[in-house]
């Protein structure tokens, strides 16, 4: 784990034992104050590498750097975007909000007909709040329409245009209109990296019942891969530069302080899932609860592991909430995300297993 987690930027001085090992008292006020300020850059600099995924990796080596590893995810999404369109039926830019779209991509076996289909699979993309977009983010349409879903990738405004209360209330526009669209379908709602906290804060943040008259049992599930879930740090990280959050924000904004709310989604799910059948989604069966898949890299850094397990425990401990949690050995921060283009791996499989009733 991060040694400072849970603790605020200007505390750190008091622990200066655990960060460096060791410490020795100077002998005057001037030399004190200039190994504070020493200590604190050296702290801000680890906490601005924790928030750097690029930095992180395992991959990186004298001749392939963290803007290599960047670069490389970037193009190897993109291609795998524009080969979807170029063999499955899409609709692009179809509009949610004021501000947002999403894309959409169709099994090939479909036809105009989407009472026809029975799983949706939704797309947050990351990229720290502040890159990417849905050009890069069907990269996993052509694996999981070949396996009869339907993939909605999400956009949404990043910084600097758009903060993140906006950004959570595009992603929850585009739930709507997902919910509303396909309403006979069973939904997984996924997200990567910043785009797993989007995916989260969203579902957590609305009355899906009393505010859009939505059926929450056709939420199947909830993939959240190498997410962020507690903003606490990336508010004092180099992350905010662009963000712009104050400390309460960051903590409004937060899934790990919304669980509560994330337990009352589960019971109206469990709620409405005993009344509802899935006969109009041919399945002539219950809904079962509510299932939460959280993933993460072995080669994610620390900060991100340790967000995920926190967040796994928060859903566990305070409400009972089950959790499927893993670590995916040998994989880095945007190995994680690029799985979902590779039929065979295990990202790919236990999303499969999020529709299994």
């Not at 995924?53 to 995810?73: G, K, L, M, N, W």
């Not at 694996?143 to 245009?161: D, F, N, R």
């Not at 499989?349 to 529709?355: K, R, T």
Request: charged share 15%; with cysteine; hydrophobic share 35%.
């Amino acid at each position: 784990m991060f040694p400072y987690s849970s603790r605020a930027v200007s505390d750190l001085p008091r622990h200066i034992d655990t960060f460096t090992g060791s410490y020795t008292a100077p002998t005057s006020q001037t030399t004190r104050r200039s190994q504070l300020r020493h200590l604190q850059v050296e702290v801000q600099t680890r906490l601005d590498k924790e928030y750097s995924p690029s930095q992180c990796s395992h991959r990186v080596t004298q001749h392939f750097t963290p803007d290599d590893v960047i670069a490389e995810y970037v193009q190897k999404c993109k291609a795998a975007t524009l080969e979807a369109r170029g063999q499955l039926r899409h609709e692009v830019g179809v509009k949610v909000s004021e501000s947002s779209a999403v894309d959409i991509y169709w099994p090939a076996s479909s036809s105009n007909d989407q009472c026809q289909l029975d799983k949706v699979f939704v797309y947050v993309h990351g990229g720290n709040w502040q890159e990417l977009s849905t050009e890069e983010s069907g990269h996993m349409a052509g694996v999981l329409c070949s396996k009869e879903m339907v993939v909605v990738s999400v956009g949404y405004s990043t910084a600097p245009q758009g903060s993140v209360k906006q950004m959570v209330d595009e992603v929850t526009a585009a739930l709507v209109y997902v919910a509303r669209r396909f309403s006979l379908c069973r939904i997984v709602v996924g997200g990567f990296s910043a785009g797993a906290h989007l995916a989260a804060q969203s579902i957590s943040s609305v009355d899906w019942a009393n505010d859009y008259q939505i059926d929450t049992s056709m939420f199947q599930g909830v993939a959240l891969v190498s997410g962020l879930f507690d903003l606490f740090l990336v508010q004092r990280s180099y992350v905010n530069d662009l963000l712009g959050m104050t400390a309460q924000e960051a903590e409004q904004l937060s899934p790990v302080h919304c669980v509560h709310a994330l337990a009352q989604f589960f019971s109206s799910h469990d709620a409405t899932a005993t009344t509802t059948t899935t006969a109009a989604r041919g399945q002539g069966q219950h809904h079962r609860q509510l299932k939460i898949l959280i993933l993460v890299g072995q080669h994610d850094s620390t900060e991100y592991q340790h967000l995920s397990h926190s967040y796994r425990q928060a859903l566990e401990s305070r409400h009972g909430i089950s959790v499927q949690y893993g670590v995916l050995t040998g994989l880095d921060h945007f190995m994680m995300d690029l799985c979902l283009t590779d039929d065979k791996s295990q990202l790919v499989q236990l999303i499969e297993g999020l529709w299994a009733l």
